[in-house]
Nanobody, 116 residues
């Protein structure tokens, strides 16, 4: 059974940092491109960051470029999202997605709230 489990969300003040984790089970994780997306209620899901299978290439939404860093540890079947200089507009549920060919799996999300 395939599982993606996000963790690390919570309440943080503006300017603070959080590190999200996405732990995978039931797939050959190193074969999957992994992305983080986020969604605010009533809005469309936004792609935040993507990392290739080896971790050699990453891409970021303009809204987070320079503040967020995506990385992966294939030995631990885990992808991370380091989020620095957080802003209130970063408040959302953050989702992990792993895809390979036609297969795509999502986690259930972790809530990040940026507020003073």
């Amino acid at each position: 059974q395939v599982q993606l489990v996000e963790s690390g969300g919570g309440l943080v003040q503006p300017g603070g940092s959080l590190r999200l984790s996405c732990a995978a089970a039931g797939i050959t994780f190193s074969s999957y491109v992994v992305s983080w997306s986020r969604q605010v209620p009533g809005k469309e899901r936004e792609l935040v960051a993507t990392i290739t299978t080896s971790g050699g290439s990453t891409n970021y939404a303009d809204s987070v470029k320079g503040r967020f860093t995506i990385s992966r540890d294939n030995a631990k079947n885990t992808v991370y999202l380091q989020m620095n200089s957080l802003k209130p507009e970063d408040t959302a549920v953050y989702y992990c997605n792993a895809r390979y060919s036609w297969m795509s799996y999502w986690g259930k999300g972790t809530l990040v709230t940026v507020s003073s």
